[in-house]
């Protein structure tokens, strides 16, 4: 636990450079907010193969908050990832399915916080809603 919170306290102190403590938490805040809204969309919509469209929307919402945005994108990102990981290989038993799942949703999520648009990766027949 206290090396994940060292990490997390790093990429945080690196994160910020110039921009000040308070906008930068802000972006965070707001970015967090972004990626939780995509993901309760994608809850919503249901739709089959609709995931890496909402994780690639998820990120670039948050990345357009700014650099604490992209911040909060990442570390959320990462998290998901692993905790994802953890639960194929204890849980499901290591299939090589869940580790392919992974690897899209990166790329789409790497996809979105770079800015690029989200709907490369919408599917066909998505409500408009989303």
């Known amino acids: 636990m206290r090396l994940c919170t060292g990490v997390?306290?790093?990429?945080?102190v690196l994160g910020v450079s110039s921009e000040s403590w308070y906008s930068f938490f802000k972006e965070a805040i707001q970015g967090a907010g972004d990626l939780w809204r995509a993901y309760w969309d994608m809850q919503e919509a249901n739709y089959q193969n609709s995931d890496r469209y909402?994780?690639?929307?998820?990120?670039?919402?948050?990345?357009q908050r700014?650099?604490?945005?992209?911040?909060?994108?990442k570390v959320i990102?990462?998290?998901g990832k692993y905790f994802q990981a953890l639960l194929n290989q204890y849980y499901f038993?290591?299939?090589t399915d869940g580790l392919e799942n992974i690897q899209a949703n990166k790329k789409a999520e790497e996809w979105g916080r770079s800015g690029?648009?989200?709907n490369r990766f919408r599917p066909p027949g998505l409500p408009e809603k989303f």
């Open 8 to 12: 997390v306290f790093c990429s945080l």
């Open 54 to 63: 909402f994780h690639a929307r998820g990120n670039y919402d948050a990345a």
């Open 66 to 73: 700014g650099p604490g945005g992209i911040w909060a994108a």
């Open 77 to 79: 990102s990462t998290a």
């Open 93 to 95: 038993g290591g299939g």
């Open 116 to 118: 690029k648009d989200p």
